[in-house]
T-cell receptor, first 115, second 113 residues
Framework: NAGVTQTPKFRILKIGQSMTLQCTQD?????MYWYRQDPGMGLKLIYY???????DKGEVPNGYNVSRSTTEDFPLRLELAAPSQTSVYFC??????????????FGPGTRLTVL | KNQVEQSPQSLIILEGKNCTLQ??????????LRWYKQDTGRGPVSLTI?????NTKSNGRYTATLDADTKQSSLHITASQLSDSASYIC????????????FGTGTRLTVIP
């Protein structure tokens, strides 16, 4: 299994541009998550999904959108990029029990810079 | 307020030495506590998971302890290796639901030869 894969690894955006961060998992996990990690800060949950067709907001959802049309894919969309969105983005997944009972598996991250 | 605090922020030790990382939390109600290892430029990887009733859990040279009464956890690394250089993140989970994970800011460990 490849686990959780993310693309791209790095990206530089100009203010106001948009982009989609891709995330795919091949473990047939129900739960998928998007986090951002800022320097010196703990991971913050942006959005999560408990299954295909179901998404919900996390702690810091403003400026982002997600969709979950399949079990495997959970893309994160940034509209009108702002410097405050400069961060490292991690996608994660966990099995049907959710994060309270099942281990979260993280992707390698996408480093995004907005200039 | 639900918080997870880790100490020290950073630590440098000699290869072969032991070290202990601390995690204090105010998260309530408590479900379980996890320690993750995050190598530079990579995503976090789970090391241990402990529930309320567990006070020790080992994974090779890593041993985590939990005192649910004082809301403290520690991660002890024995006979450190250069590959242990990483950030170690403490995560406390309240109950079911994906929005109930509280992440510490991590301890940056550097092992030098």
């Amino acid at each position: 299994n490849a686990g959780v894969t993310q693309t791209p690894k790095f990206r530089i955006l100009k203010i106001g541009q948009s982009m989609t961060l891709q995330c795919t998992q091949d473990m047939n996990h129900n739960y998928m998550y998007w986090y951002r990690q800022d320097p010196g800060m703990g991971l913050k949950l942006i959005y999560y999904s408990v299954g295909a067709g179901i998404t919900d907001k996390g702690e810091v959802p403003n400026g982002y959108n997600v969709s979950r049309s399949t079990t495997e894919d959970f893309p994160l969309r940034l509209e009108l990029a702002a410097p405050s969105q400069t961060s490292v983005y991690f996608c994660a997944s966990s099995d049907r029990g959710g994060p309270s009972t099942d281990t979260q598996y993280f992707g390698p991250g996408t480093r995004l810079t907005v200039l | 307020k639900n918080q997870v605090e880790q100490s020290p922020q950073s630590l440098i030790i000699l290869e072969g030495k032991n070290c202990t990382l601390q995690c204090n939390y105010t998260v309530s109600p408590f479900s379980n506590l996890r320690w993750y290892k995050q190598d530079t430029g990579r995503g976090p990887v789970s090391l241990t998971i402990m529930t309320f009733s567990e006070n020790t859990k080992s994974n090779g040279r890593y041993t985590a302890t939990l005192d649910a009464d004082t809301k403290q956890s520690s991660l002890h690394i024995t006979a450190s290796q250069l590959s242990d250089s990483a950030s170690y993140i403490c995560v406390v989970i309240t109950d079911s639901g994906a929005n109930n994970l509280f992440f510490g800011t991590g301890t940056r460990l550097t092992v030098i030869p």
